[in-house]
């Protein structure tokens, strides 16, 4: 399967960027996707996921309240609803899916497919 990530930009502190993530070749029925981030420097750390056939979702405490993870089953897309930005936010962003499906990884190394990162940029 491949992942294709887009959304990312730049803009201002307290505002919002969708990202979004598609699936090429098959659907995600059954993976759990997730979006990772990645400061410069430092490893990935997963911000929020969701595991496709119950609807289970997790989100990192970091963006707790301002980040929604949600899905089009029709789209096969996974989005990343980012509000209320701050600079700290600044990372390039990956969407990844866990194929074993059915439970929620929160390492990267769970993750067996990945999309290209997308650039978000949060200026004060």
């Known amino acids: 399967v491949q992942l294709q990530a887009s959304g990312g930009g730049s803009v201002r502190t307290g505002d919002s960027l969708r990202l979004s993530c598609v699936a090429f070749?098959?659907?995600?029925?059954?993976?759990?996707l997730g979006w990772f981030r990645q400061f410069q420097g430092q490893e990935h750390e997963l911000v929020a996921a969701i595991v496709w056939r119950d609807g289970d979702i997790y989100v990192a405490d970091s963006v707790k309240g301002r980040f929604t993870i949600s899905r089009d089953n029709a789209k096969n897309t996974v989005y990343l609803q980012m509000n209320s930005l701050k600079p700290e936010d600044t990372a390039v962003y990956y969407c990844?899916?866990?194929?074993?499906?059915?439970?929620?990884?929160?390492?990267?190394?769970?993750?067996?497919?990945w999309g290209q990162g997308t650039l978000v940029t949060v200026s004060s």
């Open positions: 990844a899916a866990d194929s074993q499906g059915g439970y929620m990884p929160t390492t990267r190394y769970l993750y067996n497919y």
């Open positions: 070749g098959r659907t995600f029925n059954g993976y759990t």
